[in-house]
């Protein structure tokens, strides 16, 4: 057995404080703490469960369950014919752009065409020709 050194000193083995703790950690703590955490995991169960019939009852009718997941999302629509589609669109802004139309009858709004809305300003004066 080697001899230990204390402040430049040599001290027979024992003479030193060798005491030591006898267990780690205290068994019955750990098993009370792992019993009240348990516990409150279960209540907390109850309570959510009871929640949900609660609020079942009071809304009168079971709540909704939870569609799960789709397994693949589905593709997005593509267009058939893209530049059919683009000159339909603009033949219909086109149309709305140059023909006359009823907005509200009753309030006496129309629709004019662009080219005759862009006279009657200047005539106006709300806008200068170019």
Do not use: C
């Amino acid at each position: 057995m080697a001899d230990i050194v204390v402040q430049g000193h040599v001290a027979p083995p024992h003479s030193l404080d060798t005491s030591h703790e006898t267990a780690d950690i205290d068994g019955k703590r750990v098993w009370e703490t792992a019993g009240v955490l348990a516990g409150t995991i279960v209540l907390a169960g109850f309570m959510a469960a009871g929640a949900i019939a609660l609020i079942g009852t009071m809304l009168g009718r079971p709540l909704a369950r939870i569609n799960p997941p789709p397994i693949q999302m589905p593709s997005p629509p593509l267009q058939s014919a893209p530049p059919l589609d683009l000159r339909a669109l603009r033949a219909e802004k086109h149309a709305l752009l140059s023909q006359y139309a009823w907005i509200d009858r009753a309030q006496g709004v129309v629709r004019i065409p662009i080219d005759r809305a862009i006279e009657i300003m200047i005539e106006r004066g709300n806008v200068k020709p170019k």
